[in-house]
């Protein structure tokens, strides 16, 4: 669409409101809504004003005012709102400057498109990301000086199989054996057809949709490969309908990486190429159909994976699904099959233009546009570096003997060892200056002083069972 287009839309539709959304640095979604009539030809380059000192990690209070600038091409109808509504999605710029703002995420994301065309490597990037969440028919949560708690429920789980809730038809899924039977036991199925209906109507095309390992309403689905800052965009909108999707329905969904104590957790896994116009840079004729550049490309993820897993995994609650036992992708090794390597190399199909990587550790709780970004330029490093990944492990590591399994590198076990590793590694990211170290030194002292700390000092209820008779 271009700005003329989006105005004749606005038109045609009787559009009442113009939602513009935008990605905050460290959390969710944000947005602002103005009347139809504010929106000309002049607002895709001259924006709307606001107060930048108010979003986390952006702007100081005596330098508070940035633009939103609406991206045309992004332009559809909200399927959610009363009054018609367009949304959206805005870059944010400098008010003096008109430059793009360092710390929009959006614009760290298309300044990696443009350094990997510049490095003349490839032409594009794809990402498919395989985006899981859980869907829960209740939850509470509370954490104060006194008392902390939560507590989900899912008619779906298997703990309330003896529960005595007329909702309660003994249809609960045992454990580990979420993927993926068919309904009654599956009862989401038109849940996420409906959520998957609406992304298409979206914009947002949709690979497939199905049940997920977990018990408890785990869910997946799967929008098909796009550029890096298209699929940014459009996994923010999958977060969007899934969540007010879910909230229609009484139910309420989270993309928390580890909701459920003893059950698998969410993952994003990234299904990722680079691409030279149609054809895949990693194609060739080296171990699974890989290219020498795709090995190298593999070399550079793994080198910089726990620097990296602070914007793909940038939670503290992250690092309860990174944990043996859950299918959890914790050692930093690849294979064409061994779904325990922290990047696999898919063999559905010998097509070479779908040559890709599969990067198993991300979650659903990054930031799309930083950990795309990231990705990109670790395996851009590996490729113009030359990064041996080593050799592949295709057996089952469960099996390996303890003294070679100790052998491993794994990912880091916290977010703080996660954030130690970015500080002494993220050179790799200020090439072509798509991060700058004040984007880096501001997202470690974030998280730090937001996440891991306020984490720390707090009582956990498990210390209760363990320490209470201390």
């Known amino acids: 669409m271009t700005p003329q287009d989006v105005l004749q839309l606005v038109r045609e539709q009787n559009i009442a409101y113009i939602d513009c959304c935008f990605q905050e640095f460290c959390g969710p979604w944000q947005h602002c809504t103005?009347?139809?009539?504010?929106?000309?030809?002049?607002?895709?380059?001259?924006?709307?004003?606001?107060?930048?000192s108010v979003i986390r990690g952006w702007q100081q209070l005596n330098e508070?005012?940035?633009?939103?600038v609406p991206v045309a091409e992004t332009a559809v109808v909200d399927p959610f709102r009363d009054s018609p509504t367009l949304q959206l999605i805005c870059d944010i710029k400098d008010p003096l400057t008109k430059k793009t703002f360092s710390r929009d995420p959006r614009s760290i994301a298309r300044k990696a498109e443009a350094y990997l065309k510049?490095?003349?490597?490839?032409?594009?990037?794809?990402?498919?990301?395989?985006?899981?969440?859980?869907?829960?028919?209740?939850?509470?949560?509370?954490?104060?000086?006194?008392?902390g708690y939560y507590h989900v429920d899912s008619v779906e789980g298997k703990w309330q199989r003896g529960g005595d809730s007329p909702a309660n038809l003994g249809r609960q899924i045992r454990g580990y054996e979420g993927y993926f039977p068919v309904?009654?036991?599956?009862s989401l199925a038109d849940l996420r057809s409906h959520m998957a209906d609406l992304l298409t109507g979206m914009g947002v095309p949709i690979?497939?949709?199905?049940?997920?390992?977990a018990t408890g309403g785990q869910c997946e689905i799967d929008p098909r490969a796009q550029g890096l800052v298209a699929a940014a965009d459009a996994l923010m909108?999958?977060?969007?309908?899934?969540?007010?999707?879910a909230q229609r329905h009484g139910k309420t969904a989270t993309f928390m990486p580890k909701p459920i104590h003893e059950d698998n957790g969410s993952g994003m896994h990234l299904h990722f190429s680079l691409r030279r116009g149609d054809d895949s840079v990693f194609a060739g004729r080296k171990y699974a159909g890989l290219s020498q550049e795709g090995l190298w490309a593999i070399g550079g993820v793994l080198k910089h994976a726990p620097s990296l897993l602070a914007f793909t995994n940038p939670t503290t609650n992250s690092y309860k699904r990174l944990v043996p036992g859950y299918e959890a992708p914790i050692n930093l090794i690849y294979s064409s099959r061994n779904r325990s390597a922290a990047i696999r190399v898919p063999v559905y199909s010998n097509d070479a233009q779908t040559k890709r990587l599969e990067v198993r550790f991300p979650d659903p709780s990054a930031n799309p546009y930083l950990a795309f970004a990231a990705v990109v330029m670790a395996a851009l490093d590996g490729i113009q570096n030359q990064i041996d990944p080593a050799e592949p492990i295709d057996h089952d590591v469960e099996l390996m003997a303890p003294e070679d399994q100790a052998g491993l590198a794994r990912t880091p076990n916290r977010l703080d060892g996660a954030?130690?590793?970015?500080?002494?590694?993220?050179?790799?990211?200020l090439a072509g200056g798509?991060?700058?170290?004040?984007?880096?030194?501001?997202?470690?002292?974030?998280?730090?002083?937001?996440?891991?700390?306020?984490?720390?000092?707090?009582?956990?209820?498990?210390?209760?069972?363990?320490?209470?008779?201390?």
């Open 34 to 52: 103005y009347a139809a009539s504010e929106l000309t030809e002049n607002s895709f380059t001259q924006g709307f004003g606001f107060d930048g």
């Open 64 to 68: 508070s005012d940035l633009l939103l």
């Open 118 to 147: 510049d490095t003349g490597v490839a032409d594009s990037a794809l990402f498919s990301p395989e985006v899981e969440f859980f869907v829960f028919d209740n939850v509470r949560y509370d954490q104060r000086k006194e008392a």
């Open 183 to 186: 309904g009654p036991a599956d």
């Open 207 to 213: 690979e497939c949709h199905h049940h997920e390992v």
């Open 237 to 245: 909108r999958v977060k969007y309908v899934v969540k007010n999707a």
């Open 419 to 429: 954030l130690a590793a970015l500080e002494a590694d993220h050179d790799y990211l």
């Open 434 to 470: 798509v991060f700058s170290e004040q984007v880096i030194r501001y997202w470690i002292d974030y998280k730090t002083q937001s996440e891991v700390v306020p984490l720390a000092s707090r009582p956990h209820p498990y210390e209760f069972c363990m320490y209470y008779d201390a």
